[in-house]
Structures are given as C-alpha cells and as structure tokens.
C-alpha cells in the first residue's frame, strides 16, 4: 500500500479477511482492523465512496460488542474520525462535519479524555469544519470550547490560548460580530504582549 500498489495489497488484504471470517467468524472484533485498512487503500486511491463502505463495516461490528461500553465509545470515536476524513477528503464538508461530530460526543464521555488536550484538537478541527462550511457561529462555539480546555489546562496566559483566542477574534470579524472581535483582539495583544514581551514581532 505505502509503495502505491494498491491492486497487489487489496488482494492480500481480501485473502486476510477472508481467513479471518473463516476462522473466527464475520463479526469478529478483529475483522475491523483489516476493514479499516483496505478503507485506507480505497481512500489512497481516492474511491470514496468504497471507503466509507468499508467504514461502515468497522461500525457495525463495534456495534455489535457492546461488553465494555467505554472501549467501544472510544472504538466508535475512532471510526467516526476515520470516516470525517474521508468525507473531507471526498469533499462533503457536510458528512465531514456530522461524523466528526459524533466523534467528538463518543470522547466528551468518556472521562479519560475530558478537558484533554487531545479532546481540544478534535473539537478544533470541528470548528475548521464548521468554518470552511461557513456555519460560523458553531464554528465560534466549538472555538469556545477549546479556549476553556486550554484555559483550564494551562491558564489564559499561555501560547495555546492565546492563539486560540485569535482565531475567534477573526470568526467574529468574519461575522461582522466587530465589538466582540476587537475585545478578543484587544485581549489578545495584552496576552501577547506578557508572553513575548513589548518589542516582540508577535
């Protein structure tokens, strides 16, 4: 696959699936990680569609083992990313959005994951998402969401919020919020200012 031929490693990949449904059975757990990898090949070769199929079956079969519900939120959280990917790939912001979405819901609960960094760059994303597909009043909120993150994790005078903090001054100037931009802005230079000092380029 890494070497580009992708022929060669679907047929590898068809012969390992099937042994492993022979052998195991069709909804085995371990049936997803080779789904999830000929997704992979199908989305290296730009058919979409094909990958968000074969998406599909790794949901399913999460689905079906449900023994320890916080494995399988996260297992969930993980397809749903795979298959945000895909759509932004594809070019459907729209599915782009949905599915990461979900994955952001599966990992807000679970408590190895709230107010984590990891968390954050997943709700960012969302809000890049959500900019690129002009829905930026949701795109300010999960903006919101991460400046609470950062402000908990590393106080307000830190880089991370600070640059946070800039991006939702520029989403309101986008939406002609102009007193709300220039009041982050504004916050943004005293913060600057304390970080990199009264001559820094910053």
């Given at each position: 696959m890494e070497a580009g031929n992708y022929k060669d490693a679907l047929s590898l990949l068809e012969k390992s699936l099937k042994m492993n449904m022979e052998v195991l059975g069709g909804d085995h757990m371990s049936n997803a990680a080779i789904f999830t990898v000929v997704s992979?090949?199908?989305?290296k070769q730009k058919e979409f569609d094909k990958a968000i199929a074969q998406l599909r079956n790794v949901q399913a079969i999460y689905q079906q083992h449900s023994s320890d519900p916080q494995l399988q939120a996260e297992q969930l959280g993980n397809t749903f990313l795979?298959?945000?990917?895909?759509?932004?790939?594809?070019?459907?912001?729209?599915?782009?959005?949905?599915?990461?979405?979900?994955?952001v819901d599966m990992f807000s609960g679970l408590e190895k994951y709230t107010d984590t960094d990891y968390l954050a760059e997943l709700v960012m994303?969302?809000?890049?998402?959500?900019?690129?597909?002009n829905q930026t009043e949701e795109a300010l909120n999960s903006l919101r969401i991460v400046e609470k993150i950062y402000k908990n994790n590393?106080?307000?005078?830190?880089?991370?919020?600070?640059k946070v903090k800039r991006n939702i001054s520029l989403l309101c100037?986008?939406?002609?919020?102009n007193e709300a931009a220039l009041n982050e802005l504004r916050q943004v230079e005293e913060l600057e200012r304390t970080l990199y000092g009264e001559s820094s380029t910053q």
């Open positions: 992979n090949v199908y989305a795979e298959m945000a990917k895909v759509y932004n790939r594809s070019k459907d912001v729209e599915m782009a959005i949905e599915n990461q979405a979900k994955a994303t969302l809000s890049e998402l959500q900019d690129k597909a590393y106080s307000e005078v830190h880089a991370k919020t600070c100037l986008k939406s002609d919020q």
